[in-house]
């Protein structure tokens, strides 16, 4: 039988529509991998209430996992709610990588964004936000003031 | 729960979406691109917590309504928003002078909703509440930006401060169906967020160089079904594919 694992590996293929060098496993949108009977059951959370990418999530989520379990249900949940705190270490080195700034720590109160801890450029901390809103939900826009290249920052959230 | 529930959640997702709505007017027509995209970001937030609220008010009121029979196939009657959000874009310092005075309710609503007794109903609001708070650090900023700007802005803001301020009271008017609603752990009770939603509405202006206008007669109709023309005309707008072509999918 293929187990819960073989699921987890198969996930940590599919990847995010729209921040397409992370999987849903790097993002923690994947939450929960189980069987009920013989029906696998995986639990995916939105990033964003209004995240457009979740209608094409579980349909390339249960086409990967179609390639070796026969019967799947993909469930929505908002609780609790994302937090970029899931997003691994393996994610964050995968965004930093293709250019894109990690989220930095969550400052208190929580609904502070953050910021980057450095520029993906080249490593500058001296960095400055140039807007509040990206190109997808999930991110601003910052620039770096050393090498003055722009770059994508995933909001701390 | 039944009806006042119903109503209830109406309320609050009927202002989500018709909000949702006025902003993608301005996509494509935002004065920078960096507001475009930031509009265009915050309507889909707000869309997203329009569907999960009216999804979960068909759920409870059991006739077989789903969202988009709920948003595409109800007269402006049946719509409960408040008239704040119902109010044209004007120009852009309108917008985001509505769009503070609605992000202002919300960033109080939604952690309140938190603890709802209804398990759905926190749950949107516990992914709302985060994302109420970024757009309130956006709208306010914008209304400082300008009021406290030029005199031409000024004098815009102004005029939008005029217009709009007698809307702002609306959504902390309690009826009987709000005290319903309160009773049952549903909800807040209106009326419970307005020091909270004063303190900051005032320290913005304050800081945009506004004056606080004094309280009027709080316009008041639209959380029980009365609006301005001005909702007809969106609803006709949003609504006319989907009754055009009634089970088309794509
Ligand atoms: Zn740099």
């Keep these: 039988m293929v187990t819960v694992q073989d699921a987890w590996d198969l996930l940590a293929d599919v990847p995010d529509p729209e921040l397409p060098t992370v999987s849903v496993v790097d993002l923690g949108i994947a939450r929960d991998v189980h069987y009920d009977g013989d029906r696998l059951v995986v639990t995916i959370t939105p990033t964003y209430s209004g995240c457009p990418a979740m209608r094409e999530i579980e349909h390339d989520v249960k086409a990967r996992l179609a390639e070796r379990f026969a019967d799947v249900e993909v469930r929505t949940v908002l609780s609790p709610p994302w937090t970029t705190d899931w997003i691994t270490d393996a994610g964050r080195a995968k965004l930093a990588g293709s250019g894109i700034a ?56 | ?61 059991g006739a077989g309504r789903d969202e988009d029979a709920l948003a595409y196939l109800r007269d402006a009657p049946d719509y409960r928003n408040l008239l704040l959000v119902e109010q044209p874009n004007g120009d852009y310092g309108t917008t985001m002078l509505r769009q503070l005075l609605f992000d202002a309710w919300a960033v109080e609503l939604w952690p309140a909703l938190v603890f709802s007794t209804d398990p759905v109903v926190a749950g949107i609001a516990g992914k709302a509440a985060k994302e109420a708070a970024y757009h309130v650090r956006h709208s306010a900023s914008w209304v400082v930006r300008l009021g406290d700007g030029t005199e031409e802005s000024h004098q815009r803001m102004l005029a939008a401060l005029d217009m709009l301020w007698p809307y702002a009271g609306e959504a902390f008017l309690d009826d009987e ?23 900051r509405v005032e320290s913005v202006l304050a800081e945009a160089t506004l004056p606080v206008p004094p309280d009027p007669w709080w316009q008041r109709g639209g959380r029980q079904g009365s609006h301005g023309e001005h909702l007809t005309y969106l609803l006709a707008e949003m609504q006319v594919v989907h009754r055009a072509h009634p089970d088309a999918t794509w």
């Design chain 2, 177 to 199: 169906v709000d005290v319903a609603a309160a009773e049952s752990g549903l909800m807040p009770l209106p009326s419970s967020l307005l020091p909270a939603y004063r303190h």
């Design chain 2, 1 to 61: 729960m039944g009806d006042h529930a119903v109503d209830a959640l109406l309320r609050v997702g009927d202002s989500c979406l018709v909000l949702a709505q006025r902003l993608t007017a301005w996509c494509g027509h935002a004065p920078a691109l960096e507001e475009d995209i930031a509009l265009a970001n915050v309507a889909l937030d707000i869309l997203g917590q329009a569907r999960g609220l009216l999804t979960r008010a068909g759920e409870i009121e």
């Design chain 1, 102 to 157: 990690p989220p930095g720590a969550r400052m208190l109160p929580l609904l502070v964004q953050g910021r980057p801890e450095m520029c993906p450029h080249c490593g500058s901390t001296a960095v400055e936000e140039l807007a509040g809103f990206g190109s997808t939900a999930c991110k601003a826009l910052w620039r770096c003031t050393t090498c003055r290249e722009p770059f994508d920052y995933v909001k701390a959230h």
